[in-house]
Nanobody, 120 residues
Framework: QVQLVESGGGLVQPGGSLRLSCAASGVMRGINIMGWYRQAPGIRRELVADIGSGGSTTYADSVKGRFTISRDNAKNTVYLQMNSLKPEDTAVYYC??????????????WGQGTQVTVSS
């Protein structure tokens, strides 16, 4: 089955930057939408950004102008460049990919999550 391995999380000061990576393995064909979600304690998981196979992107209002999502289809990898980080960005960040499945259906797969902490 498809597995996603995330990396790049850590502790940074406000205003700092981090770059998250998520590499998918076991992909038989291409990947549809790839995205990043985050979840803080006591808060429901929310979409941060996603990117379609054609390169179209969607961002949460809270991260527009600060975060950039990109993908490398040859490596089946999605990235999230996070700049001007704020304490409210602190959360566990999860990668999600959507892949073609049988009978015209699609299947979602989730990464294990990586902790991002923004604190002085």
């Amino acid at each position: 089955q498809v597995q996603l391995v995330e990396s790049g999380g850590g502790l940074v000061q406000p205003g700092g930057s981090l770059r998250l990576s998520c590499a998918a393995s076991g992909v038989m064909r291409g990947i549809n939408i790839m995205g990043w979600y985050r979840q803080a304690p006591g808060i429901r998981r929310e979409l941060v950004a996603d990117i379609g196979s054609g390169g179209s992107t969607t961002y949460a209002d809270s991260v527009k102008g600060r975060f950039t999502i990109s993908r490398d289809n040859a490596k089946n990898t999605v990235y999230l460049q996070m700049n001007s980080l704020k304490p409210e960005d602190t959360a566990v960040y999860y990668c999600k990919v959507n892949v073609p499945w049988y009978f015209g259906q699609t299947q979602d797969y989730w990464g294990q999550g990586t902790q991002v902490t923004v604190s002085s």
